[in-house]
């Protein structure tokens, strides 16, 4: 709305200090026409705000609990008032990540009120030597008008409870009392977790319309993570430097001492406010978060003194060598499994068999002794006695294909990603705790090509999908496989250096063909003057001279300048863009022009 005002004072202005008012007054009829029609594109980030909500939690507003509609969605059935969340390290005798969260929703329609039943996923494996978080500190309340007067009603320690998913995860579930449309309700609990290396997501928008959502992290220097922030022009970051307190025991027994000392930290803050919904149930999309606003992180390294950084995902090489290595008891290890099956696969072997014939083979071999359990991993913990028990996950399987194809002559490797539905890997960095499954390469050294196996099951029986696809070393690291390298990739090699040189040779022929055309031309002109050579003579027509002068001015910022405007600000950035180029282009013409031209004469100037 600004921009729009001072437009118009503008053209006001030049409407009366110009002796060409007619047509400025014309111009100016035709801006504020343009004004108007793109004024719905506009961003309506500034205006969606409906209300400020207090964020002390415990003390909604008036305003909030008066409040029964959401202008900038009606079709809402709650709001998240806010969200606020923060992640704290805590050190004694070792690390520990603690998160809490504050979160208050108004019910504004009755099938709104299934918001007041929570459910909270948390890591809980039932082997007790694996690391664990657990939820504690967990309190809710309603709020509801009732004459004039806001009665607060606390939820009771009956409402809450913990349900066992799966052997891995539990379930925190708590519902909130008296909610009905109209309802402001509160929550908070704290999640305790031993894997202070991993870092949830934070996201800032949710499957509800978000007004405040602010997460506050605080690092130590010793843990070095990537950030990234995904719709980083709508979330707001503030750092200061901070410390933590941490605590040692040194000895043990009754004799032993406990020593503090801090620990220089780093505090970072991510704000965001008056966020859209982000539907859920949204067709062809399968896995909504990758579209939320959000802050993910993911560990670097870790650099204990000064002197002593030790990588784990800086580049994608360090994901592979975390991978790959022997000590790696979950995934390295078992590339050099020994075959299981082997009895089964000499039985089956046939040294006539071709290369598409042995993959085939050693699918059956494995389709007769493995069944799988339906879950995609990318590590395997127990190998042996999924092998005795007869099923696995799909990781297990491609452990055992691997063993099973190198008995039989072939080079196999696993190639690590993350599934659709788990989400998009980060775009700014590697990561190793995203990805979550793989499947099997193999390689063709005759046709120097890659078949990709994936196993899936579907009514009891197996179905194998082979993608034969061309392998590059380089599609390799920018598609974060994790493998040996590849040392067959000729073909593309070649590929690439004919692509490279068709772009060099039409570069030189455009170079050879304008030195042409100015040797030429210089020699049918009278070649006494710069004018003929530069200017035609000074005698090009207007649509001549308006096609050269705005293809000089022009050309890169409409091919990449302008896109590059509307991919990163939006259409309506680019539309007042493109608006203002062209009013500045007419006025160019309208006002300075003329001068120019007659002037450049007087100065015999070329340019």
């Known amino acids: 709305n600004r921009e729009r005002r001072y437009t118009f004072l503008y053209f006001f202005y030049l409407c009366e200090h110009t002796t060409k008012n007619t047509i400025m007054r014309k111009l100016f009829i035709l801006c504020a026409f343009l004004l108007q029609l793109l004024s719905p594109v506009y961003p309506q980030q500034a205006t969606t705000a409906t209300i400020e909500p207090n964020l002390k939690y415990g003390k909604p507003s008036k305003e909030e609990l008066s409040l029964t509609s959401y202008a900038p969605d009606t079709t809402a059935t709650a709001i998240y008032l806010f969200h606020q969340g ?182 970072t803050t991510f704000t965001s406010r008056n966020l859209p919904a982000i539907r859920q149930d949204e067709s062809y999309c399968w896995c909504p978060e990758d579209y939320k606003v959000q802050v993910s992180f993911d560990l670097q390294g870790t650099q204990f003194t000064p002197n002593e950084y030790k990588p784990y995902s800086q580049k994608w090489e360090d994901v592979d060598k975390q991978l790959l290595k022997p000590e790696n008891t979950q995934f390295g290890e078992h590339l050099s499994l020994t075959n299981p099956f082997r009895p089964e696969t000499k039985q089956a072997y046939n040294s006539e068999m071709n290369f598409e014939e042995k993959i085939i083979c050693a699918f059956q071999v494995l389709k007769k002794k493995m069944a799988w359990n339906g879950r995609y991993q990318l590590y395997s913990k127990e190998l042996e006695k999924v092998i005795k028990k007869g099923s696995g996950s799909n990781a297990d399987l491609n452990f055992i294909l691997i063993s099973i194809l190198k008995d039989f002559g072939l080079e196999a490797y696993p190639v690590v990603m993350s599934r659709r539905s788990s989400g998009m890997l980060p775009y700014n960095f590697p990561s190793l705790q995203k990805l979550n499954t793989f499947f099997v390469a193999i390689h063709d050294i005759n046709k120097q090509k890659y078949v990709f196996l994936e196993i899936k099951v579907q009514y009891s029986f197996y179905t194998l999908f082979c993608i034969v696809v061309y392998f590059n070393p380089c599609y390799n690291r920018a598609h974060h496989t994790a493998g040996a390298k590849n040392q067959h990739g000729n073909e593309e090699e070649k590929s690439m250096v004919s692509g490279q040189i068709g772009i060099l040779a039409a570069i030189v022929i455009y170079l050879v063909a304008m030195v042409y055309v100015g040797f030429y031309f210089s020699k049918q002109g009278s070649g006494d003057s710069a004018d003929d050579f530069y200017l035609g003579g000074r005698k090009l027509g207007p649509l001549v001279t308006a096609m050269s002068a705005e293809a000089s001015d022009m050309s890169s910022w409409l091919l990449m300048g302008l896109p590059g405007v509307a991919y990163l600000s939006g259409i309506a950035d680019a539309g007042w863009t493109a608006i203002g180029l062209g009013i500045g282009t007419f006025l160019n013409w309208l006002i300075v022009a003329q001068r120019l031209r007659r002037y450049s004469v007087v100065c015999n100037a070329i340019t």
């Open 86 to 267: 923060q992640s704290d390290f805590i050190y004694h005798d070792g690390f520990q990540l603690t998160t809490e969260h504050w979160v208050r929703i108004k019910i504004l329609k009755p099938q709104g009120v299934s918001y007041a039943d929570v459910s909270v996923p948390y890591y809980s494996p039932t082997d007790k030597d694996e690391g664990q978080e657990r939820a504690s500190e967990i309190e809710g309340c309603s709020y509801n008008m009732e004459n004039g007067k806001c009665i607060k009603t606390p939820m009771k320690r009956e409402s809450i409870s913990f349900e066992r998913f799966n052997n891995l995860y539990k379930i925190l579930k708590f519902s909130l009392p008296a909610v009905k449309e109209g309802t402001i309700i509160e929550y908070h609990y704290k999640l305790y977790s031993d894997y202070f290396s991993h870092i949830d997501n934070w996201m800032m928008q949710e499957e509800l319309p978000m007004l405040y959502n602010q997460y506050k992290i605080t690092i130590p220097h010793v843990f070095v993570y990537n950030i990234e922030l995904r719709g980083k022009d709508y979330i707001q970051v503030k750092q200061r430097d901070s410390s933590i307190h941490a605590t040692e025991r040194e000895g043990s027994g009754a004799g032993g001492v406990s020593k503090d000392f801090t620990v220089s930290a780093q505090e």
